[in-house]
């Protein structure tokens, strides 16, 4: 959220009042709509820019109402052009054409081809509409203190149609913060456990925005840098404690925490490795 939420503001900085004036669809196919057109949007006034979970959500002036929603995935990459630019650089999904000599460049890293975008009417939602109740909101709070939820705390924090916009890397910090196991699950927190974790997550999520904030232009390095307290760091001491970070491969991914502070000093069984060794 906070990477997403910190760009949706320096676009609407940058561009808000701006007419558009075209697009170029540029490399693979990344456009997801086929109606509306996005030649509807010409000679529309970019009104306001906000976000949904990972989702920048461009709404422009007119009738009937015309949003854009583009979503960057892992290594997708957003360029501010003045002027627009005529390169085709590798990776380039569209160049959006703005009044003021100005444009948008959207480009991935790597061959996954995830980032994309949305033209939507009157009543779409897109990729929006399956979208839970933001991590901020009343909603999810109330959610997080009464659901018995059996799934792992983790696990329900990356799960985008249960609460959106935390992910892996602010779900290790909120855990390490809030001294719960990553293998918890929802239904065994006590109350008290459950407002540290709401606290823990609303924390790190609005220190990562703050951080985000110091950024200036577009989001266009090669590696982000998001600075997480213990996401990525196996290995290093712990920030409260000072032992040692451990990891633990989970669903296809890696949890980072530390035994100490979340698990009583128990170290968590890697199941793929435990696979394997069998
Ligand atoms: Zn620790």
Redesign the pocket.
């Known amino acids: 959220m906070p990477q997403m939420q910190a760009l949706a503001e320096r676009v609407e900085a940058w561009l808000g009042g701006a007419t558009f004036e075209g697009f170029e669809p540029l490399g693979f196919s990344g456009l997801k709509t086929a109606v509306p057109s996005p030649d509807e949007l010409v000679g529309r006034t970019l009104t306001r820019v906000g976000r949904r979970a990972k989702y920048v959500v461009l709404e422009f002036s007119g009738e009937p109402e015309r949003r854009i929603v583009f979503h960057l995935s892992q290594a997708g990459r957003v360029d501010f052009e003045e002027p627009p630019k005529r390169t085709k650089p590798k990776g380039s999904v569209v160049r959006w054409k703005f009044s003021g000599d100005k444009a948008v460049l959207v480009r991935e890293f790597g061959t996954e081809r995830k980032a994309g975008w949305w033209v939507l009417g009157p009543g779409d939602d897109g990729p929006l509409a399956t979208l839970g109740p933001e991590v901020t909101s009343d909603e999810f709070a109330e959610w997080l203190r009464t659901s018995d939820d059996g799934r792992r705390v983790h696990t329900i924090l990356r799960d985008q149609h249960t609460v959106a916009g935390v992910g892996r890397g602010f779900a290790d910090d909120a855990l390490h913060r809030a001294r719960l196991s990553p293998y918890a699950s929802l239904k065994s927190l006590s109350p008290e456990e459950r407002e540290r974790l709401l606290a823990a997550i609303l924390e790190v999520l609005a220190d990562g925005l703050e951080r985000e904030r110091s950024r200036t232009g577009g989001l266009s390095a090669n590696k982000l840098g998001e600075h997480f307290t213990v996401h990525g760091k196996a290995g290093l001491p712990?920030p409260?404690?000072g032992?040692d970070l451990k990891r633990v491969s989970y669903e296809s991914h890696e949890i980072v925490y530390?035994p100490?502070?979340q698990t009583g000093g128990k170290v968590l069984a890697d199941r793929r490795l435990s696979r394997l060794v069998k």
Do not use: A, K, N, S
């Open positions: 712990c409260v404690c032992d530390c100490r502070c």
